[in-house]
């Protein structure tokens, strides 16, 4: 079974300071995506970015980089001079291909509260 | 401009009664999708639709309903069978119901039970 693991509940740190959030994903498919989303407090998921299992080149938009190692199972996301703006709940998320065509599942990990102070 | 849109933002209900959350979205997606959030917790998916009048039961149906008659529209209806509906609900669309296709999600509606 797919399972998406956040470790750090919640994170703080103050402006400009660099912070990576991990999540660590468990998959038995060789074919699967992976996805990063922020739940700022209005509450709604913004869409970040989504990664396919066959293509682990880093990606950096802006402040934001994400580092995906499949040795590893990792899916990290790094936010560069962070900004009080960036507080928010991240959340991780895996989808597998070939589980049953379209009763495949989008599992997400339980969110890293990160909290960036002035 | 094009997003998904939830109505009420908050809802309150008192034991017993159903209520119904509403979910419209004008992005001309196929595949739409309920989920409940509780505090500390991810997401987890209540009902999915993957065509217009069919739908799916997710990992924690019971006690709720829903209905595919228009591609725009996936209401959620919270019965009293429900033993506690207090969360927060957020509904969302992909372009089709496909492993790669990106869930975006709406604004999210705060169902509190008194």
């Known amino acids: 079974a797919q399972k998406v693991t956040q470790a750090q509940t919640e994170i703080s740190v103050v402006e400009k300071e660099d912070v990576t959030l991990d999540c660590v994903y468990e998959?038995?498919?060789?074919?699967?995506?992976l996805f990063w989303y922020k739940q700022p407090p209005s509450g709604e998921l913004v869409f970040l970015i989504r990664?396919?299992?066959?293509?682990?080149q880093n990606e950096i938009s802006g402040r934001y980089s994400w580092n995906f190692q499949k040795s590893t199972s990792s899916f990290n996301f790094t936010i560069t001079a962070s900004q009080v703006v960036d507080s928010a709940v991240y959340f991780c998320?895996?989808?597998?291909?070939?589980?049953?065509?379209?009763?495949?599942?989008?599992?997400f990990g339980k969110g890293t509260l990160l909290t960036v102070n002035p | 401009d094009g997003g998904i849109t939830q109505s009420p933002k908050y809802l309150f209900r008192k034991e017993g009664q159903n209520v119904t959350l509403s979910c419209e979205q004008n992005?001309?997606?196929?595949?739409m999708y309920w989920y409940r959030q509780d505090p500390g917790q991810g997401l987890r998916l209540i009902y999915y639709?993957?065509?217009?009048?069919?739908?799916q039961k997710g990992d924690i149906a019971e006690g709720y309903s829903v209905s595919r008659e228009k591609k725009e529209s996936f209401p959620l209806t919270v019965t009293s069978a429900q033993k506690n509906p207090t969360a927060f609900y957020l509904c969302?669309?992909?372009?089709?119901?496909?492993?790669?296709?990106?869930?975006?999600f709406g604004p999210g509606t705060r169902l509190t039970v008194l």
């Open positions: 998959t038995r498919d060789t074919t699967y995506y």
């Open positions: 992005l001309n997606h196929d595949a």
């Open positions: 990664r396919n299992s066959f293509d682990e």
């Open positions: 969302a669309s992909s372009i089709f119901r496909q492993p790669q296709d990106t869930q975006y």
């Open positions: 998320a895996l989808s597998e291909a070939y589980s049953g065509g379209s009763n495949y599942k989008l599992t």
């Open positions: 639709s993957q065509i217009v009048n069919d739908f």
